[in-house]
């Protein structure tokens, strides 16, 4: 079956700007991940959506971050008002259980990322 | 402040050689998870495993071989008989239900032919 994709896979913006990613994750998995990866920053979490609960949101570095999840499929990753420091390679992930799931359901699934350059 | 540290910044085996990568963490909690993941020069990254911290079983899959030690908080992880595909950067971390979800700076694992 398809796996994890993520649109657009490149996109360049200016300074300012509001950016929205898209992540559309594996049919059928209830937990989805954002992470982001930077050269100065590594590999950073910055929220994960389970089910219906509410998402935690505790790794966005800014109030300019916001992440939905509509009808527990698709999510998208909005940073308003881009600075340059948001230059990253954004990924996501899902899974069919959450975190506390048994081992098999957690398994997480990426997808290839969208990378984000803020001029 | 949970933390993740993976000292080795960079390993050069020959191939078939074993090779061994740290993972040591930081947590108050009682509960959490860990995690290595692969990320291979093509970019994807890839899961690996997960551990709960009630399971000091180690965990064996193929090649790849996983050593949990509450004692010394460590969560290294092997793999036997290394190929050249197995050359990736490898992270470690560490989480709480998802809060706190911390990662280690990566160990970029060379394997030559």
């Known amino acids: 079956g398809a796996g994890v994709s993520q649109s657009p896979s490149n996109k360049v913006t200016e300074k300012g700007k509001d950016v929205e990613l898209r992540c559309d994750p594996i049919?059928?998995?209830?937990?989805l991940y954002w992470y982001r990866q930077s050269l100065g920053q590594g590999l950073e979490f910055l929220i994960y959506?389970?089910?219906?609960?509410?998402?935690?949101k505790s790794g966005l570095p800014s109030d300019r971050f916001s992440a939905e999840r509509t009808g527990g499929s698709v999510s998208t990753l909005t940073i308003q008002r881009t600075q340059q420091e948001d230059s990253a390679v954004y990924l996501c992930?899902?899974?069919?259980?959450?975190?506390?799931?048994?081992?098999?359901?957690?398994?997480?699934?990426f997808g290839p990322g969208t990378r984000l350059t803020v001029l | 402040a949970q933390k993740v540290t993976q000292a080795q910044t960079e390993i050069s085996v020959v191939e078939k050689e074993d090779v061994t990568l740290d993972c040591v963490y930081e947590?108050?909690?009682?509960?959490?998870?860990l995690f290595w993941y692969k990320q291979p020069p093509s970019g994807e990254l890839v899961f690996l495993i997960r551990?709960?911290?009630?399971?000091?079983q180690n965990e064996i899959s193929g090649r790849y071989s996983w050593n949990f030690q509450k004692s010394t908080s460590s969560f290294n992880f092997t793999i036997t008989a290394s190929q050249v595909v197995d050359s990736a950067v490898y992270f470690c971390?560490?989480?709480?239900?998802?809060?706190?979800?911390?990662f280690g700076p990566g160990t970029r694992l060379s394997v030559l032919p």
């Open positions: 992930a899902s899974s069919r259980g959450g975190l506390a799931g048994d081992n098999v359901r957690h398994e997480q699934f």
């Open positions: 049919s059928g998995h209830t937990a």
């Open positions: 959506f389970q089910g219906n609960s509410a998402p935690d």
């Open positions: 947590t108050r909690d009682t509960t959490y998870y």
């Open positions: 551990r709960n911290s009630f399971d000091e």
């Open positions: 971390a560490l989480s709480n239900y998802g809060q706190n979800f911390v």
